[in-house]
């Protein structure tokens, strides 16, 4: 960022026309204040400081624009700055004004006036004189900087040249070395001899400085405050800021009281030169373009009231961090908001709603407490007035115009959040206590129902239509997660994106996420980061996320000391520019009013927000924890420290808000609800509802029978989309290599011969795009490819403007309907937000590919938590694609493997039965987690990919796409292989769909006497075997590629070894023998020659790498060898041996 002003103080006190030296009573003012931090203004700020005489108005670059030079956002400061100085002092737009200096007098004056300034430290009482140590320092290193004493820069006997113009940041930088003193002298001589020989600007500010009359008029006064003098002004503009700054280090943040912290020495009106003597006076404290406590609306105050209003502001149970943001108008929103004439205070009628709403958060833990007093339920004691604050902050978002809210959580108050703010049943959550979670019922009351494996009841989820205080209504969902704390923040911020777009939210401001985290988790999980970072990113915003910190002081039995290096567990939102407001968790009307506050910002400006909960934890981690093990003092203290609801009965019956039997009402009309509901739980039966509300119309469960369909395309359909897909316009420069590359795509389809894998890809979203489903693509360099294949995205090489020929498919083609796009780099965030995109709606493909398939090991935790195991836990289906580059092409371990075993192993289809019937056979697909392929053909590709939308049930899928096979001249596809018109090899009836296994390609018959070997193989080791066999001759070796790893094609691997009756059966794959597909295939396979009576394990063989912990060799000439081996066995005349 680039500052055009440089605020300077008057070099003159007594006044612009008495020609004085600065006075002694400034000099160890500045130095010290240089000495602590020295803060830039921002580019369009007017000071208005009033002495006895001109105003000094500064309104114009102080440096020539020609000379001006970026100014680094740092703080300068001399061995003597505090610690808090340095984390407080960087400057922003959204900060005051601030002097940067005064002339070199000031700074160069005898050293021992530095010691008159005396500044107390906050253990001092107001306005002692008694010198602070940073003070001291600061004063001994003006005094070792300052010329000896009695010495003075002397003025130059003959007229100098106009200074050269120094740029900004060598000047700032620079500033207490006397270099920029010397310039300013030297520049103020020359304007003095002629002014036209410097800058307008500079002539400007002499003139105003001088009292001379100004050719430019004064853009701005304000009527002055008698006895005010400039140097006041700047020191209350700097004790303001410091309170903007630093307040929330002083703030009354901690409910137990624990909190040792000091407060930071900035807050100390002693240190800007402020005695007792002032606090009655008056002040002015009007700035241009300034809101709160600076705006120009407000009137004169005494220091008395200023500083009170400060402390009541910045310093009582609510902390403000916002002086990090880099925007004027942002800043100055929340000083608005904060900075008011009075406190914020509530009506009777809103305390009553506060305090029903405290009562059924306080008494929801109470009931389960006493009833179920050894189970885990993991309680919101001790910070019940989070859910008062949810409420509030859902009502106000729905008064500004959300209709959704998607929530995500750990389990850390999910019960009382599920019960109080996303009312789940309070019956059911009762009998998942008595009873635990049941599976659901069939019609028949046997548990036929499909029900999967369940989960416990602080990870389910729910959904709700909830009214609102204000009288309307609004959908809440809580996505259901695992214990992995903070998985669940990026699948809720994609849930909220894809929401948006099948809403039409443009604006983002009907559909919002809200983010509860826990102190250790905050600060200690990356994918925090990960999901911050995703804001502001093209096709990842969602227009701002509620982040909500539950900070119970310690994580587990970990205090915040070994679970963080910052200040606060929030501090990771303050790269992201996030305001953050920390409240005293005891002060539910705090709570309340900063939720509402957060919501207002989320609406306004469309951006994350933080809202941290400073509580505590009444029992252990679980309620059969003792947490006085690890945190003895801290458990002393909440033993005798009363519950917020306590708290708050206490403060309206003695402010006469509410009388005691009023409070006693409601208490009991609450508890009478909660017993009635206990009594309820003790018949209620889970329904089929609770289970599969959240199914999508029409679509199939695991139990429910779906049809197989086609998924080839009418011939003229495809062609017409074909064209499109492969169309640049006219006057669009595309780079040469591209526009081969596009030229060669559309004559493959123009000669329906030779359609290569990016061509494939590109029908397969195109015709998907035709028939109205949403396509969506992202990962890193997806746009281009990895292996700069795809160019989904062509850029014009001469005005660098982009064309998607994918978004000119339909006429009128709504935006977004295809969006690929370029992820950060992140696997974990990025996979997380995916599959919450997908998880929304049933009619788009959207898929992830990682820029290698290794990579995918970041996001482990999403494939483990959530893609395999996601419907079995949660009964939530989603349709999302993994492409994963997989391949031994000697690229070394980091880039040959996609750890296909991993995948396999987490399979669960059964490897010992054979599916008999064929109503079994297409319900296989159906009752796996998820499906494994590495196809070898772009037809194939194509077909993998359409049928993850043609059918009425939804599983993620698993691709291991190619890297070298991209460009492999044998790697192509006729169109004939995409139309539903014609039958292809391997098909039994009319029309192309996925091929799960293909076939030998010399097409033998049903049976085959003279086939000696059948090997088995999958991906790209096919067309090596196929080469080699084909330069060999051998014909007696037949070679079936498993394009469908998982579920396991056991029909049609039985085919094949029936089809070769006599041939030794082989397993040939490049990974080694530990990983690949061998140990999912092995039982599988002996499954099948059992079934057929052809033995069993042994009479399998292997053909690969050995078992390694590597997933492959680094050196060219041992993968080279390697591959050979594995390659030539294959075809080898002696039998291969059962164990290499």
Excluded at 146 to 154: K, T
């Amino acid at each position: 960022m680039t500052w055009h002003r440089l605020l300077l103080l008057a070099r003159r006190a007594g006044g612009p026309s008495s020609g004085a030296p600065t006075s002694s009573r400034s000099a160890p003012y500045l130095r010290r204040y240089f000495t602590t931090r020295i803060a830039a203004a921002p580019a369009d700020t007017v000071i208005t400081a009033h002495g006895r005489g001109t105003p000094i108005l500064l309104a114009r670059p102080l440096i020539p624009a020609a000379s001006a030079s970026p100014l680094r956002r740092s703080a300068w400061h001399s061995p003597s700055a505090s610690a808090h100085s340095a984390s407080a002092s960087a400057s922003s737009p959204c900060s005051p004004p601030t002097p940067l200096s005064a002339f070199s007098r000031a700074l160069h004056s005898d050293s021992s006036a530095s010691a008159k300034l005396s500044a107390a430290p906050p253990s001092e009482p107001f306005g002692s004189s008694a010198p602070s140590a940073a003070s001291a320092a600061g004063a001994a290193g003006s005094a070792a900087a300052a010329p000896a004493s009695g010495s003075s820069v002397s003025p130059q006997l003959t007229s100098p040249p106009p200074p050269k113009a120094v740029p900004l940041s060598n000047l700032m930088d620079n500033f207490l070395d006397g270099t920029s003193s010397v310039y300013l002298e030297e520049l103020q001589r020359a304007w003095e001899q002629d002014p036209t020989s410097v800058d307008k600007s500079w002539d400007t500010f002499f003139r105003n400085f001088t009292g001379k009359q100004s050719s430019e008029p004064v853009l701005r006064t304000e009527a002055g405050i008698s006895g005010q003098t400039i140097q006041e002004s700047m020191r209350l503009l700097l004790l303001v800021r410091a309170y903007q700054v630093n307040g929330h280090m002083k703030a009354n943040l901690d409910p137990l009281g624990l909190d040792n912290r000091k407060p930071p020495i900035e807050l100390d009106p002693a240190l800007y030169g402020f005695s007792e003597a002032d606090l009655d006076r008056e002040f002015f404290l009007g700035i241009w373009r300034m809101s709160g406590f600076l705006s120009e609306n407000r009137p004169v105050q005494t220091l008395r009231e200023i500083l009170a209003r400060l402390e009541q502001t910045y310093c009582g149970t609510v902390g403000y961090e916002y002086m990090h943001i880099a925007d004027r108008e942002q800043c100055n929103w929340l000083r608005d908001k904060i900075e008011t004439p009075a406190k914020r205070k509530y009506g009777k009628q809103r305390r009553q709603v506060i305090l029903d709403r405290l009562i059924w958060s306080s008494e929801f833990e109470n009931f389960i407490a006493n009833k179920w007093g050894a189970a885990k339920r993991f309680g919101l004691e001790g910070c019940e007035t989070l859910i008062p604050g949810m409420k509030e902050m859902i009502d106000r978002a729905a008064d500004l115009g959300v209709e959704s809210v998607v929530i995500g959580m750990a389990h850390r108050g999910r019960l009382n959040v599920l019960g109080n703010v996303v009312r789940k049943p309070l019956r059911q959550i009762f009998s998942e206590f008595s009873s635990g979670i049941k599976p659901a019922t069939g019609e028949d009351g046997e548990d036929s129902f499909y029900t999967g494996t369940g989960d416990v009841k602080y990870h389910l989820g729910t959904s709700y239509d909830r009214p609102t205080r204000g009288g309307k209504r609004i959908h809440l969902s809580l996505v259901a997660n695992p214990s992995h704390l903070e998985a669940v923040s990026p699948v809720v911020i994609g849930k909220v994106r894809a929401k948006q777009w099948y809403a039409r939210d443009v604006e983002r401001k009907r559909n919002m996420a809200v983010l509860l985290h826990g102190d250790g988790s905050m600060s200690g999980q990356g994918v925090v980061y990960e999901t911050f970072h995703l804001q502001d990113l093209p096709n990842y915003e969602t227009g701002g996320t509620m982040h909500i910190v539950v900070n119970n002081q310690v994580a587990f039995t970990t205090d915040p000391k070994s679970s963080r290096s910052s200040v606060y567990c929030t501090d990771v939102a303050k790269a992201l520019n996030c305001p953050i407001f920390h409240v005293n968790g005891d002060d539910v009307e705090a709570v309340v009013h900063t939720m509402e506050l957060a919501a207002e910002w989320r609406q306004r400006f469309h951006s994350d927000v933080v809202v941290d909960i400073v509580c505590y934890r009444r029992f252990g981690h679980n309620e059969i924890d003792e947490p006085s093990f690890t945190q003895p003092v801290m458990y002393k203290v909440i033993r005798n420290h009363p519950p917020p609801l306590e708290i708050y009965k206490q403060q309206l019956v003695q402010r006469e808000h509410m009388s005691e039997e009023e409070i006693a009402e409601q208490e009991s009309r609450i508890d009478a609800i909660l017993n009635d509901e206990f009594a309820a739980s003790k018949e209620y039966v889970p329904s089929t509802r609770d289970w599969l509300a959240a199914y999508w119309s029409g679509f199939k469960s695991p139990e429910q029978l779906s049809r197989i369909r086609n998924t080839g395309v009418n011939p003229e359909v495809l062609k017409e989309v074909g064209r499109l897909v492969c169309k640049l316009p006219p006057d669009f420069k595309a780079h040469r290599a591209i526009k081969r590359v596009y030229d060669a795509r559309l004559q493959s389809i123009e000669t329906e011969e030779g359609v290569d894998w990016a061509t494939a890809e590109a029908l397969a979203f195109g015709t998907l795009l035709v028939e109205g489903n949403h396509v969506r693509l992202s990962g890193q360099d997806v746009e281009r490819g990895t292996f700069s294949h795809r160019h989904a995205v062509v850029h014009d090489q001469e005005s660098g403007r982009k064309f998607v020929p994918l978004n000119h498919v339909l006429r009128n083609q709504v935006d977004g309907m295809f969006t690929i796009s370029n992820s950060s780099l992140s696997e974990f965030g990025v996979l997380g937000f995916e599959l919450g995109y997908s998880m929304e709606n049933p009619n788009s493909l959207v898929l992830w590919e990682a820029q290698f398939g290794d990579f995918a090991n970041g996001a482990q935790v999403i494939f483990d938590q959530f893609l395999s195991s996601g419907e079995s836990k949660w009964l939530r289906q989603t349709g999302l694609v993994c492409l994963l580059p997989h391949g031994y092409d000697g690229q070394g371990p980091e880039h040959s493997s996609a750890r296909l075993e991993r995948y396999l192993q987490s399979s669960d289809d059964n490897p010992f039965v054979i599916p008999e019937l064929e109503e079994t056979m297409t319900r296989q697909v159906q009752g796996v987690n998820w499906q494994v392929v590495n196809v070898t053909t772009p037809a194939n590709y194509f077909h993998v990919l359409r049928r993850q939308i043609h059918r009425d049930f939804r599983k993620p899928l698993i691709v291991m796409s190619p890297k070298s096979l991209l460009r492999h001249p044998r790697c192509k596809s006729p169109l004939s292989e995409f139309n539903d018109r014609e039958g292809t090899p391997g098909f039994e009836k009319r029309g192309t769909r996925f091929k799960r296994l293909i076939m030998d390609s010399n097409g033998h018959g049903e049976r085959e006497e003279g086939i000696r070997r059948v090997v088995f193989c999958s991906g790209k080791v096919y067309y090596e075997l196929e080469e080699e066999r084909e330069r060999l001759g051998a014909d007696d070796v037949a070679v079936v590629r498993v394009e469908q790893i998982c579920p396991f094609p056991f029909d049609l691997v039985q085919r094949e070894v029936q089809r070769y009756s006599k041939a030794e059966v082989v397993w040939t794959q490049e990974e080694p023998m530990n990983m690949g597909a061998y140990a999912y295939v092995a039982p599988r396979l002996t499954t099948v020659l059992r079934s057929v009576n052809r033995g069993g394990f042994e009479d399998i063989k292997y053909v690969g790498r050995p078992p390694s912990a590597s997933t492959a060799t680094g050196f060219a000439s041992t993968h080279v060898r390697e591959q050979k081996e594995l390659v030539t066995k294959s075809f080898q005349k002696e039998d291969i041996p059962l164990f290499p």
